[in-house]
């Protein structure tokens, strides 16, 4: 009876929901519920026990095992029952451990439960939880009786686990939390990536050191850590990372919170216009770095399978961030792109992120950028040229292309303070020298200005020209004309700008997958002559001129229109705020606010009958539940009744 409610009730619901159609169905459950996820790690599993003695470093099932020949970690065979159960094979951790070898270390997620069955090989030892910088977030006695101890660990990121003092036998490794609306990112971790040796861990400002080990990983593979707030870099030369050895840069987060900046302002005052990075080989990555004043891009990617996750690019000289030259399937995730502008061309080219001249498979999730000289996403082809397929995912730009932000126009009118950080501004400054005093009393006055030894006027007039200020730039003139050309845009917002929010840039007939999008605030928001393979739930309002869109489209428009956009800004200062503060703001992005517009466009009847039967559907599992309990507790009652009239026959 019970199965046959249930069974009812479910076919009564998905039937109500295929009558009403209700499009944001799907956003409305992400958006309301969370799960609880549970990952196992057993060292009697045959994945463990296989491995014998560890001599380096394995990742196993997403559980990372830091070990080195030096001071090697082993699975050993040793039976013991903790509360009835049997566990044949521990790990060994083999004394003193720390977060680069004799460790454990996997990705924690906000407050989670970390079960661990234990055992000291001796008197009681301490078994610690840190971050990568030793910062304990938790410890656990154990005794020479194995056991089960639990611990609640609020903290996001990767945590490691090791011995305070001697060894300790580890059996089992229980990781509990609930997964809440964004915990589900596309974000790498260092589980995602091959398994490769620490090269070196960088702890002080030293140039020569880092190029040191820069060679190492282009001769050997390996990675390097970079533990300490800043490198500066005089050297007027580009660092590559070549070949196709697994390797990579690694930030480590210091004790303020902020990350490590990787900064060319030296070398470009020697007058290079040299790259900061270039990345031509294959499954290289950089993480958790800020990269500015280099004398071109920050980043430039020629090879293929690269992973650039958690790096700001800023105040370089041209695109933060570019991919060309038959580069094909590389990643970006959690990338901010701000503030860089190609100075002597007058701003013509510097976009924020730039996947163009022939790359392609490039994804972006969670990219962000603003207030660069060009545009925010900037995909142009020349003749022989073939961006095949752009993939966007929960990213945003705006304000790009705008003069005003290079003459500190735009932070006085905003009543921020100068950014003398941007290189327009200190040529500003050097050519008048009463002009910050004035901007900081409140007077804004750029008529004795010069940039690049040109007369302020007469490079603005040029510069507003140059400055194409769009959004998503998506091709060009030259782009294929088929719909094997792929650009995908999901959950992604672009508006203030004086060009085009998404931009085909006459490139045409292309294939377009536009969901979940919104653009307003542009001269045009969507100007897409393409075939749409998928369209739905995108946005559009307060554009200067129509949008242009193929087969009739429709856009949706909320109804107010002042509290959306307020709730955008908010969105949009907050990631500022934190990218300034040389922090990466995870957790602050569009996603809510989308799916907030996205219901919005439920009719309010259907979706006041959905929450009903929603509610009606949760009542009659929890009354199957109670009912099964009533009977088996009116069962238990029954069978001790004809126990009594026994006793007494």
Request: net charge neutral; with cysteine.
């Amino acid at each position: 009876m019970n199965n046959r409610l249930i069974l009812i009730s479910l076919t009564f619901l998905i039937f109500f929901i295929d009558i009403i159609s209700l499009k944001g169905i799907n956003i409305f459950t992400r958006f309301l519920f969370s799960k609880l996820i549970i990952t196992t790690w057993d060292f009697s599993d045959i994945e463990f026990r296989s491995i014998g003695i560890l001599t380096k470093t394995y990742i196993i099932k997403n559980l990372k095992l830091i070990s080195n020949i030096e001071k090697p970690m082993k699975i050993k065979s040793n039976k013991i029952n903790v509360n009835g159960n049997f566990y044949h094979y521990a790990l060994s951790l083999g004394g003193k451990g720390n977060p680069y070898n004799r460790s454990i270390s996997f990705e924690n997620y906000n407050t989670s439960t970390i079960k661990i069955i234990a055992r000291s090989t001796g008197s009681n030892r301490n078994l610690l939880i840190t971050d990568i910088n030793k910062n304990i977030l938790g410890s656990l006695i154990f005794t020479s009786t194995p056991e089960l101890k639990i611990l609640i660990i609020n903290y996001l990121g990767k945590i490691f686990i090791y011995s305070e003092n001697n060894n300790i036998e580890i059996y089992k490794i229980e990781l509990e939390y609930y997964s809440s609306n964004n915990s589900s990112s596309n974000s790498s971790k260092d589980d995602d990536l091959p398994t490769e040796e620490i090269i070196q861990i960088i702890t002080s400002n030293n140039e020569s050191e880092f190029y040191e080990a820069i060679e190492k990983i282009n001769n050997n593979g390996g990675k390097i850590y970079i533990n300490t707030p800043l490198i500066s870099i005089s050297s007027t030369s580009t660092i590559y990372l070549s070949n196709t050895k697994s390797s990579g840069i690694i930030g480590v987060k210091q004790p303020d919170g902020t990350y490590p900046r990787i900064d060319f302002k030296n070398a470009r005052n020697k007058g290079s216009s040299e790259r900061g990075f270039s990345i031509i080989g294959a499954n290289k990555y950089i993480k958790y770095l800020i990269i500015e004043n280099a004398g071109d891009n920050g980043i430039y990617i020629s090879g293929n399978k690269n992973i650039i996750d958690h790096v700001i690019t800023r105040y370089n000289n041209d695109t933060g961030i570019q991919i060309s030259e038959k580069a094909d399937s590389n990643t970006l995730n959690y990338c901010y792109s701000y503030r860089n502008i190609d100075i002597k061309n007058y701003g013509a080219n510097a976009d924020g992120f730039a996947p163009k001249l022939y790359a392609s498979n490039t994804v972006f999730n969670y990219c962000f950028s603003w207030d660069n000289s060009d545009d925010g996403w900037d995909s142009f082809d020349k003749i022989g040229d073939n961006t095949s397929s752009v993939t966007f995912r929960h990213s945003a730009c705006w304000n790009n292309g705008n003069t005003n932000v290079f003459t500190g126009k735009y932070d006085y009118d905003n009543g921020d303070p100068l950014d003398k950080n941007l290189w327009t501004i200190q040529q500003i400054m050097n050519s008048d020298p009463n002009f910050e005093m004035n901007y900081n009393n409140k007077k804004f006055n750029i008529s004795k200005a010069k940039i690049e030894g040109e007369n302020i006027e007469s490079w603005l007039s040029k510069a507003e020209i140059k400055m194409n200020g769009n959004g998503f730039k998506l091709g060009s003139n030259i782009t294929e004309q088929s719909t094997n050309i792929k650009r995908t845009a999901d959950y992604c917002v672009v508006f203030d700008h004086k060009a085009n929010g998404f931009d085909n840039n006459y490139s045409e007939n292309c294939s377009g997958y536009i969901t979940n999008c919104v653009s307003f605030n542009n001269n045009i928001n969507y100007q897409l002559p393409y075939y749409f393979v998928k369209w739905s739930n995108n946005w559009s309002f307060n554009a200067k001129k129509s949008d242009q869109i193929n087969m009739n489209q429709t856009l949706n428009k909320p109804k107010n229109v002042d509290s959306v956009e307020k709730n955008f800004y908010s969105i949009r200062n907050k990631i500022i705020k934190e990218v300034y503060s040389n922090k990466f703001p995870d957790d602050i992005n569009f996603d809510k606010a989308i799916d907030f517009l996205n219901l919005s466009s439920i009719s309010i009847s259907n979706y006041i009958l959905y929450i009903i039967f929603l509610l009606i559907f949760i009542v009659l599992i929890i009354f199957c539940f109670f009912k099964k309990k009533i009977r088996s507790n009116f069962g238990n009652i029954d069978n001790l009744k004809e126990n009594i009239e026994k006793i007494y026959e």
